[in-house]
């Protein structure tokens, strides 16, 4: 693993759990031993990345990625142009709703808008989305480029649930219906007891560069609001979409 592949693994670890992070737990939840864990933290003090409290000794995420997520943000308004959408969504579904953009990672989870119900599903912000087995991966895969694609139908494709989709002659069929209809539909994929439907975001080229889903407990899903939210999440991708980058070319309506 290669320096920089190792200080993010430590960014991840401080951006999941507790605010902040002995140095014993770091090293012991990445892997390194403590003079390793302890000299990438340093460098990642130095650029802002991390901080330290002075009297706990505990680490926590810096001020720094806020610098770069804004710097980001100003070159690619992803974020500005689509929360107002995800709200919109939110309001109307009366489920959570999430939005998700892919990178050489993978599909992540970048923002949430939880079900203000009792009985909600909640989506992690930077939960790394399985393609096989979630709605917005399938969603994205119907629009990506054949080489993505190409890669995830050749596997593994891990079991998260009885469910999960673990075949690629029938990954493949999901894909191409959810191309034929605009949207994908997964149920139980990932999680037990959760029933999404995501609609891929498209960029200029009229590939995916994200998705839009609405999560909701299978209890009280019935079939007409898969298809109300099928409807739905088309809709607002497509908004998405055109915010960022005008009339986007093989968008379908709904």
Known sequence: MSTVAKAISLLEVLGRGAPETALADLARSVGFDKATTRRLLVSLI????????????????????????????????????????????????????????????????????????ANRVSVPPGEVLPMHATASGIAFLAFAEERVRSAVLAGPMPAFTPFTIGDATMLAEHIAAARARG????????????????????????????????????????????????????????????????????????
Request: hydrophobic letters at 45%.
């Open 46 to 117: 130095a650029q802002g990345l991390v901080e330290q409290d002075e009297a706990t000794r505990l680490y926590r995420l810096g001020a720094g990625l806020t610098r770069l997520a804004l710097m980001r943000e100003a070159q690619f308004p992803f974020l500005r142009m689509a929360v107002p959408v995800v709200e919109a969504l939110a309001a109307e579904t009366g489920e959570t709703v999430h939005l998700s953009e892919y990178s050489k990672r993978g599909l992540i989870s970048v923002h949430v808008i939880e079900s203000t119900k």
């Open 183 to 254: 949207h994908s539909t997964g149920s139980q994929g990932f999680e037990e007891g959760v029933i999404s439907v995501a609609a891929p975001i498209l960029g200029a080229d009229g590939l995916a560069i994200g998705a839009i889903a609405v999560a909701a407990p299978r209890v009280r899903t019935a079939k007409n609001d898969v298809e109300r939210h099928g409807a739905s999440v088309i809709a607002a991708a497509r908004e998405i979409g055109e915010r960022l980058f005008g009339q986007v070319p093989g968008q379908k309506r709904a």
